[in-house]
């Protein structure tokens, strides 16, 4: 008789194990549901912040672009209205550039005796007049050997104009996403200073500059010819 209620103690034991671990292997599965819900709430959570917080730096961006562009268009319309009287300064520089804009003028008489350079356009003319003056119109100034130090400057002037430009042609894109597009396009630009046919080795010989000069000068004549 004692063997047998020993052996359904053991029964009932065993039944009250398996149950325990059935209630607690559901106890676990539910937990690991809630736990990936919360996970998948704060992932959402965190993507719509995100998007928010790229919209917001956006706005930011474009308030500062148009500011800039509103105080240029100030200056602009100040410098067109009456001024003070002009001093004897200011006479002094008028008459510099009268006699600038004479010379523009004179370059753009074809009768005069200068070189024969086509041009089109008020840049041009004057780039095509700097060919004809001292030095050729290309100085050891407009060398450069250090092309890496306008970079930055270049690249911000350049994704200010680009940036509102591509956001408008392609509205499903991120913001950095972009301002990536920005920066591959800038990297095949002339006006990224490391693209420039004035660059030379920081090191380079005096040789090396005279010859990059005259290089210059050959390809900007051909420009105009």
Do not use: C
């Not at 050729?136 to 002037?157: L, T």
């Not at 920081?202 to 010859?211: F, I, M, V």
């Amino acid at each position: 008789m004692a063997k047998k209620q020993a052996g359904e103690n053991s029964k009932k034991a065993a039944g009250n194990a398996r149950k325990a671990e059935q209630a607690n292997k559901k106890k676990q599965e539910a937990q690991a549901a809630i736990e990936q819900e919360e996970s998948a709430e704060w992932e959402k959570g965190s993507k719509k912040g995100n998007k928010k917080l790229e919209e917001e730096q956006f706005k930011k961006e474009e308030a500062a672009r148009k500011k800039r562009e509103r105080d240029a268009l100030l200056a602009a319309e100040e410098a067109s209205l009456p001024s003070k009287p002009v001093s004897l300064k200011q006479r002094g520089a008028a008459k510099v550039a009268a006699k600038r804009t004479g010379k523009i003028d004179d370059f753009l008489d074809f009768n005069k005796d200068t070189p024969e350079l086509s041009a089109s356009g008020l840049d041009n003319a004057l780039a095509a007049l700097a060919l004809t003056g001292k030095d050729s119109g290309v100085s050891s100034k407009d060398i450069d050997r250090h092309p890496e130090r306008r970079v930055k400057a270049a690249y911000n002037a350049y994704e200010e104009r680009r940036l509102p430009e591509i956001r408008k042609e392609n509205p499903g894109l991120r913001l950095q996403q972009i301002k990536n597009l920005v920066f591959k396009e800038f990297q095949k630009l002339e006006e990224n200073p490391m693209n420039q046919q004035t660059n030379v080795s920081y090191n380079a010989t005096r040789d090396e500059l005279e010859s990059k000069k005259k290089e210059v000068r050959e390809a900007r004549e051909k420009k105009f010819h």
